[in-house]
């Protein structure tokens, strides 16, 4: 089985700095998909950044970028001039590579960006 | 990204009454998922479909059940709501081609 650790349960950010959210996982799987989500007081939860295990490239999404370290199973979101916006719940997510696409979550991460 | 919509939005219900909690993609997608999820809490996935007439229960026992007659559509339906029922409930969909799971709006569901 899967599982997902996200071990910071709140952090805080001054708006305009970077914030980096932790994700460790435990897998057997060698093909996989990582995700981090983002669910704002509206609740909607929200795909931020994918990436797949089998590219070594780091996915980046505008001020969103990870830091993918597959021997090490971590799977950090690091986020670039942070905005009022950002403030949420951010979840890591795992799915393995078959027929089901079962999403394993961690436990969350609340940000809070500071004016 | 999918168009996945969910109805109602926000619900207030007494014990006892049965409820179903709509959620539809536009997209044709094979793959849905329902979840359940409390304020600031981790996901828990109560039900799943591969497709028309495929359902099958999550991880989390949960007393709600769904259907899926339609590609489209994937009710879920509480016979007997119960303060214990009070929860938020996600929808979520898979296309063939995407490996990502996208989600609905959500239902905000409260039991008196």
């Known amino acids: 089985a899967q599982t997902v650790t996200q071990s910071q349960p709140e952090m805080s950010v001054q708006e305009a700095e970077t914030v980096t959210l932790s994700c460790t996982y435990d897998?057997?799987?060698?093909?996989?998909?990582l995700f981090w989500y983002k669910q704002p007081p509206s609740r909607q939860m929200i795909l931020v950044i994918r990436?797949?295990?089998?590219?070594?490239q780091n996915a980046t999404e505008n001020r969103f970028s990870v830091n993918f370290q597959k021997a090490a199973k971590s799977f950090s979101l690091k986020i670039s001039d942070s905005q009022l916006g950002d403030t949420a719940m951010y979840f890591c997510?795992?799915?393995?590579?078959?027929?089901?696409?079962?999403?394993?979550f961690g436990g969350g991460t609340r940000l809070m960006v500071k004016p | 990204e999918a168009d996945i919509y969910q109805t109602p939005r926000y619900l207030v219900i007494g014990t006892g009454k049965k409820i179903t909690l709509e959620c539809s993609q536009t997209?044709?997608?094979?793959?849905m998922y329902w979840y359940q999820q409390d304020p600031g809490m981790e996901l828990h996935l109560i039900h799943y479909?591969?497709?028309?007439?495929?359902?099958e229960k999550g991880d989390l026992s949960s007393e709600s059940t769904v259907s899926r007659i339609r590609t489209e559509h994937f009710p879920l339906t509480l016979e007997s709501a119960r303060p214990s029922h009070t929860s938020q409930y996600l929808c979520?969909?898979?296309?063939?081609?995407?490996?990502?799971?996208?989600f609905g709006p959500g239902t905000r569901l409260t039991v008196l």
């Open positions: 997510a795992f799915m393995t590579n078959n027929a089901g696409n079962m999403l394993t």
């Open positions: 897998t057997s799987e060698n093909n996989y998909y």
């Open positions: 990436q797949e295990a089998y590219k070594q």
């Open positions: 997209m044709g997608h094979d793959k």
């Open positions: 479909s591969y497709g028309v007439n495929s359902t």
């Open positions: 979520a969909s898979v296309g063939a081609s995407t490996d990502t799971q996208y």
